[in-house]
């Protein structure tokens, strides 16, 4: 029920949406032509200098973003 899955989030960084993340968000949107949400997920990765592990290769791309990490293909 609710306790396991709140052990399992626990287990999990919560990074917040502030105004450096938003201020960073609309640049990599204009520069990148990204979506919103993916914008806000590339800025977030390089505001706390972490890898965003993603499979959409065809909006992060990890030769041309070096902070994208792609788990595994099929």
């Known amino acids: 029920g ?19 993340a938003a201020d960073a968000a609309a640049r990599l949107r204009r520069e990148h032509g990204w979506k919103l949400p993916d914008a806000f997920q590339a800025a977030l990765a390089q505001l706390h ?17 070096r902070f994208v990490e792609v788990p595994y293909t099929l």
């Open 2 to 20: 609710f306790s396991e899955a709140g052990t399992l989030l626990d287990q999990y960084v919560l990074l917040m949406i502030d105004r450096a």
């Open 49 to 65: 200098h972490t890898k965003l592990c993603t499979r959409n290769t065809k909006d992060f791309n990890p030769q041309k973003h």
